[in-house]
Nanobody, 126 residues
């Protein structure tokens, strides 16, 4: 059974930083890519970042330069480092695992992922 558990969310002032972690069990990050999405109140779920099984990464253009996605193979954990946070970054952040193993595609749509974590709240105050 595949499970994803996010952690690291919280309340931070604008300009601050947070690092989210996603511990994955039942599926190896060496085989399956992983992604981060977020959903703010009243808005649709939005792609944030992806890391492929080979370690290739892509971050949404609007967050590039502020957010970085990485992983720890030994801990089977994916991270989202967020810096220079803005109030508009306030959302629930979800970690997800790609549907297909050995996919080098930098997937950005939710339909390309199957298992999801429960989400972690990030609140940025102005």
């Amino acid at each position: 059974q595949v499970q994803l558990v996010e952690s690291g969310g919280g309340l931070v002032q604008a300009g601050g930083s947070l690092r989210l972690a996603c511990a994955i069990s039942g599926r190896s990050v060496r085989t399956y890519g992983a992604g981060w999405f977020r959903q703010a109140p009243g808005k649709e779920r939005e792609f944030v970042a992806v890391i492929t099984w080979t370690g290739g990464t892509y971050v949404h253009d609007s967050m590039n330069g502020r957010f970085t996605v990485s992983r720890d193979n030994a801990k089977n954990t994916v991270f989202l480092q967020m810096t220079s946070l803005k109030p508009e970054d306030t959302a629930i952040y979800y970690c997800t695992s790609h549907k297909h193993p050995y996919s080098g595609i930098l997937s950005t749509t939710a339909e390309e992922f199957d298992y999801w974590g429960q989400g972690t709240q990030v609140t940025v105050s102005s």
